[in-house]
């Protein structure tokens, strides 16, 4: 019989720029309630990691999204306290209405240089993102 591979969760996280400023959202729901975060999700079964990116940043921001490109991997055990999520996080150019959606209580437009404490690993990914030299143009 075949054993199902016991493995970390898959996640995506998305670093939006639009209109100049990086778009966070506040969370509805713990872990980190009420904490700004990059907006993501998990991957679902049959969709690419791309297209889930653009489905949660929808969902969550209501922004259509064109990527630019893969800024990394992110996999500590820790990072997130409900179960070992790997999530591979996209730079983004953002475009059409902003409006919190589905999991956010709350967005903002932040500029990267007053960022607020954010959940998971979050400002750790926006300060690699900061020495990425397409990032910084966007």
Request: proline share 6%; with cysteine; aromatic share 6%.
């Amino acid at each position: 019989t075949y054993m199902k591979p016991i493995t970390p969760v898959l996640a995506v996280d998305a670093l939006i720029i639009y209109e100049g400023k990086l778009v966070l959202i506040k969370r509805k729901n713990p872990p980190y309630k009420d904490q700004f975060a990059l907006p993501g999700g998990s991957v679902e079964i049959g969709e690419t990691v791309e297209d889930a990116t653009i489905r949660e940043a929808k969902e969550e921001t209501n922004l259509d999204i064109d990527i630019i490109k893969l800024l990394g991997v992110y996999s500590d055990p820790k990072r997130d306290p409900r179960s070992h999520t790997v999530s591979l996080c996209f730079i983004a150019r953002g475009k059409g209405t902003l409006r919190a959606g589905s999991d956010a209580k709350d967005i903002g437009l932040f500029d990267l240089n007053q960022l607020p404490e954010l959940a998971f690993d979050h400002n750790k990914i926006i300060e690699d993102a900061k020495k990425d030299i397409e990032f910084t143009k966007l």
